[in-house]
């Protein structure tokens, strides 16, 4: 099993629609991340979790909603998205040591598209 | 202000062409990490290196080398002989000690290789 797997690969959907994201990761890291990744735009951090616990939400919408049930496993809960939301959705983890580099090993990504 | 710098939007060579991607960075930290990823068309972010800010000593890796400068805030990244394969965008990161789940990333810069 490869590293980090994202379900959905290709995810279209409604501005009324409701939707999860998955990714899963068989490393035995600690920390895993959702990234949004808009066309011509840099790497967006939306939400990092460390031990299961959410340690940051750069100010994301409410219509994204994440979820970590285990250091294994992190969803990304949809509602009610705009068109402007339409994106590369990255997730990556790494494994949290103190006083070391700490490199993200990403998944393949889900491209959504909202209509 | 950006903490990472890709001045290079797009570069474009022929194939066994050498081709350098500049990287500058900006941090108060005395230690930090600074990481190259590459993505391919497909969408994953593939991890390349990893460098400490204690550690000046430049590395290669097959065709692949980087040139990393404190005096001069640079992370620069070389492909030697650059092949059709190495076609993708180019990510440069930086992390901060202190803030061990916080990467800052550049632009990008999209490398085509034409045969």
């Known amino acids: 099993e490869t590293g980090v797997t994202q379900t959905p690969r290709h995810l279209v959907m409604g501005m009324t629609n409701k939707k999860s994201l998955k990714c899963e990761q068989h490393?035995?890291?600690?920390?895993m991340y959702w990234y949004k990744q808009s066309a011509k735009k840099p790497l967006e951090l939306m939400f990092v979790?460390?031990?299961?616990?959410?340690?940051e939400n750069n100010s994301v919408p409410s219509r994204f909603s994440p979820e970590c049930p285990n250091s294994s496993h992190l969803f990304l809960h949809l509602h009610t998205l705009q068109p402007e939301d339409s994106a590369l959705y990255l997730c990556?983890?790494?494994?949290?040591?103190?006083?070391?580099?700490?490199?993200?090993?990403f998944g393949p990504g889900t491209r959504l598209t909202v209509l | 202000a950006q903490k990472v710098t890709q001045a290079q939007t797009e570069i474009s060579v022929v194939e066994k062409e050498d081709v350098t991607l500049d990287c500058v960075y900006e941090?108060?930290?005395?230690?930090?990490?600074l990481f190259w990823y590459k993505q391919p068309p497909s969408g994953e972010l593939v991890f390349l290196i990893r460098?400490?800010?204690?550690?000046?000593q430049n590395e290669i890796s097959g065709r692949y080398s980087w040139n990393f400068q404190k005096s001069t805030s640079s992370f620069n990244f070389t492909i030697t002989a650059s092949q059709v394969v190495d076609s993708a965008v180019y990510f440069c990161?930086?992390?901060?000690?202190?803030?061990?789940?916080?990467?800052?990333f550049g632009s990008g810069t999209k490398l085509n290789v034409k045969p």
């Open positions: 990161a930086l992390s901060e000690a202190l803030i061990f789940n916080k990467f800052y």
């Open positions: 990556a983890s790494s494994q949290r040591r103190e006083g070391q580099g700490n490199e993200q090993f």
């Open positions: 460098r400490n800010s204690f550690d000046e």
């Open positions: 941090t108060r930290d005395t230690t930090y990490y």
């Open positions: 490393l035995g890291h600690n920390a």
């Open positions: 979790y460390s031990l299961e616990e959410r340690v």
